[in-house]
């Protein structure tokens, strides 16, 4: 009788300590997507609990998430739904034998507003995208696994052959911040048309992490690489070797420091280019600027619907707040790209610096954006005479050296520069109104393209509703 009543208190004390273990689970995540919905919403994200069935043992829950384009007509939006099993610890079965707050296996669907878009999706993946287990702990920390199964896709029609050796993404971090460390794995990519090779992307691997500053401002640093990429373009093979992406960002003096570098090794193909470089460097970067930057860049679709000069009227102010400070703090932004070719170094530099605004410098006395008064620049390209000689580049180029041109040694040289908006361009400087107008013509350029893209809808609708009438 005493065994029996110990194993009843036993199972009564487990079951009571499932019931509570979910309930700080529910707790727990409730906890993060409200703490998450500040950034959500930046950047014009929708995260909602649809439904939380918490159990004695387990709980299902769905979550949908909606990214809006707030310029599009029909209010488009990309559609994820997420169904998740969750058992309640301490002892977890769930995908596997451990101890720990709770195990969760997710499901994900992902509807895009393009019908094509999610039958190929469908075709792909199936009705769902891999499936998310996650683990939580006691201490606070959580890791999650998405794992992709590979794909094995043929499509008689066009003769297209997609395979991928599948995917997974690891994400680990804790309850009490949204701080994360994470990688990534994804399996060799090829892609062939009726058995004729078009790509083959070999493994990709990957780490990163993301350390939040505010509610809204994080860094992240990170490096993702390839090994190769061989391609076939018109019937011409090509390889790109060495491919990867490295970022680094820091806080120094209470300013943000970012440092993002694009290299690959060598690319093959009709011309062999090898040693490239894409350098990107930020210095001094307050995180107020970049969280004002944040609440007007969205507000681009969801309040000017696309207009540009509406957008940059109705944040006017924010602009000249966000240059003066960054005017204050001495950012620059620095852009190097090199790369060998024939057997010569061409390397282009940008190097840029903000200018403190006055009222009203923003606009045109026409009403156009001006964004000329906002930066100081300076451009420089140089290339080996033997490079610019023996290829086409001397046919595009040999009617302005001397004036935009320079001869410096062995190397031609192209300098342009922004100095209190005055443009200089080589040796010289580019009248007002020339400038002025080639504004003027931009904008002008970018206002018949969305009066015609508007047009084109409209058309579509006078369409359907003729053929709603002779429906009748």
């Known amino acids: 009788m005493k065994k029996l009543a110990g194993i009843l208190i036993a199972v009564v004390l487990y079951t009571a300590a499932s019931w509570y273990v979910g309930v700080i689970g529910e707790e727990k995540f409730r906890q993060q997507l409200a703490e998450a919905d500040a950034v959500n919403q930046l950047n014009g994200l929708a995260l909602n609990i649809r439904e939380y069935d918490r159990g004695i043992f387990f709980s299902n829950i769905n979550v949908t998430m909606d990214y809006i384009y707030g310029g599009s007509a029909d209010g488009a939006a990309f559609h994820i739904d997420s169904h998740s099993k969750v058992q309640h610890g301490p002892i977890l079965f769930l995908r596997g034998l451990g101890v720990g707050l709770f195990s969760s296996a997710s499901t994900i669907q992902v509807v895009t507003p393009d019908d094509d878009i999610n039958q190929s999706l469908t075709k792909l993946f199936g009705e769902t995208i891999g499936e998310v287990v996650t683990r939580g702990y006691f201490n606070n920390t959580y890791r999650s696994t998405w794992k992709v199964d590979p794909v094995n896709y043929d499509d008689a029609e066009s003769g297209a052959s997609i395979k991928l050796d599948g995917m997974s993404l690891s994400v680990s971090g804790r309850y009490t911040d949204r701080n994360l460390e994470a990688g990534l794995a994804l399996g060799e990519f090829t892609m062939t048309e009726n058995g004729a090779p078009l ?31 061989d391609f076939t373009v018109s019937g011409v093979p090509g390889t790109i070797e060495g491919f990867s992406i490295v970022q680094k960002q820091q806080v120094v003096n209470n300013k943000i420091d970012t440092s993002v570098q694009f290299s690959i090794a060598r690319i093959a193909g009709p011309v062999e280019i090898t040693g490239f470089e894409y350098n990107i460097d930020m210095n001094r970067l307050d995180p107020q600027v970049v969280e004002q930057w944040m609440q007007i860049s969205n507000s681009l679709s969801t309040d000017a619907n696309g207009d540009l000069e509406a957008w940059a009227a109705n944040n006017e102010q924010v ?22 070719y024939l057997n010569n170094l061409v390397e282009a530099t940008l190097a840029v610096t903000p200018n403190e605004l006055q009222d009203g410098a923003l ?15 300076t451009l420089r390209v140089t290339a080996p005479a033997a490079v610019v000689e023996q290829s086409m580049l001397i046919l595009m180029v040999s009617q302005y050296m001397g004036t935009y041109i320079q001869k410096e040694g062995d190397n031609y040289v192209f300098n342009a520069r922004v100095a209190d908006s005055r443009v200089f361009v080589g040796a010289e400087e580019i009248p007002q109104e020339i400038v002025t107008a080639l504004l003027a013509a931009q904008a002008a350029g970018e206002e018949e393209y969305e009066d015609g893209d508007h047009d084109h809808h409209h058309g579509e609708d006078h369409d359907h509703q003729h053929d709603d009438d002779e429906s009748y």
């Open 199 to 229: 790509v083959r992307v070999s493994p990709m691997n990957g780490q990163f992490n993301v350390e939040y500053l505010t509610d809204v401002v994080s860094i992240g640093s990170g490096d993702f690489s390839i090994e190769q990429v």
């Open 319 to 340: 602009f000249y707040s966000i240059l003066r400070q960054a005017k204050a703090d001495n950012t620059d932004l620095d852009v190097v790209i090199r790369a060998n």
């Open 363 to 377: 606009f045109t006395p026409e009403g156009t954006v001006n964004w000329l008064p906002l930066f100081n620049s």
